[in-house]
């Protein structure tokens, strides 16, 4: 007996294989047409074009039903809002103007040094909140709005917090290596900082981040960082040719990171040299928007075999949007990418980033019910529609949370 089941769902989507996919895969998914979708001790029990036995019936004959989607990339936990930077740079100041002015990241620590702890569950459970609405079921949080011990953790605790308190899961990565303090003389003098405190970070989290970038951590300051980190048994992502193409795309792939982020300004030799290797080359699409700047090449990256993943980078400072639908607008719109590699990679592949490729991101058998039921006729509508209130339900771990 299933303790629930959707019936005669009108399309079922999933990535047709287990993670991760790469070039030409991602463009592979599976559609099936009116089913029933059983769901059992919050996992998939059955997919089948014959009625199912269950408790609870929810009637999804009008609905496309997709996995939760995973966003493997936000800056959760943050506080306070940086909306008159964006004003300044409506005005021509760019990023690094503003970061050089005081502003950008520091500003955020400031304030999230000054918050207290219950200040951030608050402040992020909310947003969390709106993320849920809009069929996100996994994030990863990142904490680097502290940049010294205290702080860090204190992010890092609300991250374990709020990984409890919501219906969200929350997965966290440690990003003390996030920009430069005041008290340093130089970044290596900083990240020798980061490192000492790895041991009580452990607690909290095996992955670590840096930013990669000119005036913050360079590549043989990244580099340091890297062999650190690996050396004490963290796996490492990177914020990646995000503003200049400095290199950090190679870096990651020669280091065998989980990721490599952004890629905005990445050259066609950092971009052949992601696809080569095991790293995954996460796009957001929503940055570039949000800051007027250029895309990142998704068609090229996929035309050289990479395996790619979408995200939100979710901030107070340089992209303060959350939403798939238009994420996965803008990468197809200006990334070069379909809308079912857009799906893909926003779902299998961003679990692959987060270690949980096998469990989420597909809809099969044995895997966790997170699901999103969409008021669509058919899930190529996504991106035409994706402005629009479309999200009818969201299942996560087999109960319904939202649309009851």
């Not at 950008?104 to 569950?121: F, W």
């Not at 190529?380 to 009851?404: A, N, Q």
Request: glycine share 8%.
């Amino acid at each position: 007996m299933n303790d629930l089941v959707l019936s005669n769902a009108l399309q079922v989507v999933t990535p047709l294989q287990e993670p991760p996919l790469r070039g030409k895969e991602l463009a592979e998914i599976e559609v099936l047409e009116d089913v029933n979708l059983g769901i059992k001790g919050g996992k998939i029990s059955a997919i089948s074009n014959t009625p199912l036995e269950s408790r609870r019936y929810v009637d999804a004959s009008n609905c496309v039903i997709l996995p939760g989607f995973v966003d493997c990339h936000t800056h959760i936990p943050f506080y306070g809002s940086r909306h008159e930077e964006f004003l300044m740079r409506t005005q021509g100041k760019s990023y690094l103007e503003i970061m050089q002015a005081g502003g950008g990241i520091l500003s955020t620590v400031e304030a999230v040094r000054a918050a207290r702890i219950e200040d951030l569950l608050s402040f992020n459970t909310r947003l969390l909140g709106e993320m849920l609405s809009r069929g996100v079921t996994t994030v990863e949080g990142k904490s680097g709005y502290g940049l010294d011990k205290d702080t860090e953790l204190k992010q890092l605790e609300a991250l374990r917090v709020l990984d409890e308190i919501q219906h969200v899961d929350v997965i966290p990565t440690f990003l003390g290596a996030h920009a430069i303090p005041s008290g340093f003389k130089n970044p290596k003098e900083y990240l020798e900082y980061v490192i000492s405190i790895l041991n009580e970070v452990r607690e909290y989290t095996d992955t670590v981040d840096i930013f990669c970038e000119e005036e913050v951590f360079g590549i043989e300051d990244t580099e340091f960082f890297l062999k650190a980190a690996k050396a004490r048994g963290f796996k490492v992502r990177l914020h990646a040719d995000e503003l200049t193409s400095l290199g950090g795309s190679k870096l990651a792939a020669r280091y065998g990171a989980l990721s490599a982020d952004h890629l905005i300004a990445a050259d066609e030799d950092s971009l052949k040299t992601l696809a080569d290797s095991e790293t995954v080359a996460v796009l957001m699409p929503g940055t570039s928007f949000f800051l007027g700047e250029s895309y990142a090449k998704g068609r090229q990256l996929l035309n050289n075999g990479a395996i790619l993943a979408l995200a939100s980078d979710l901030n107070p400072g340089s992209c303060n949007i959350y939403d798939p639908f238009m994420v996965i607008h803008l990468a197809v719109v200006n990334c070069g990418i379909t809308i079912e590699e857009a799906i893909n990679a926003y779902t299998a592949n961003a679990a692959h980033v987060l270690g949980l490729g096998g469990n989420k991101g597909l809809i099969r058998e044995g895997y966790i019910a997170d699901l999103v039921l969409l008021d669509l006729r058919h899930y190529r509508e996504i991106p035409y529609r994706f402005s629009h209130d479309i999200v009818r339900m969201v299942i996560k771990d087999g109960e319904v949370v939202l649309g009851d």
